[in-house]
């Protein structure tokens, strides 16, 4: 069972800026498809960001130009760096990866952007 640990949340201010981090159980190397999603209350989980094969990233709209995933193989962790905070980025963010074609969702981590 692989388990993924996020961590970087927090309560911030607008503009403001914060990194998340998903640390997996095991080696990352391989893994193709890794992303962050967040759920906001009374709303569906929508996708932020996703990093495919190590290099092609993907966006949401509403976070293109303010957010940058990455990912560090050695560390077998991704991070989502997340600037220009606004409210309507509060949500709980969680990280999500398929591992040998299974998927595994971390924990969550709460982000809160006050006004």
């Known amino acids: 069972q692989v388990q993924l640990v996020e961590s970087g949340g927090g309560l911030v201010q607008t503009g403001e800026s914060l990194r998340l981090s998903c640390a997996a159980s095991e080696s990352i190397f391989s893994v193709a498809f890794m992303g962050w999603y967040r759920q906001a209350p009374g709303k569906q989980r929508e996708l932020v960001a996703t990093i495919i094969n190590g290099d092609s990233t993907n966006y949401a709209d509403s976070v293109k130009g303010r957010f940058t995933i990455s990912r560090d193989n050695a560390k077998n962790t991704v991070y989502l760096q997340m600037n220009s905070l606004k409210p309507e980025d509060t949500a709980v963010y969680y990280c999500?990866?398929?591992?040998?074609?299974?998927?595994?969702w971390g924990q969550g981590t709460q982000v809160t952007v006050s006004s």
């Open positions: 999500h990866v398929y591992i040998r074609g299974l998927p595994y």
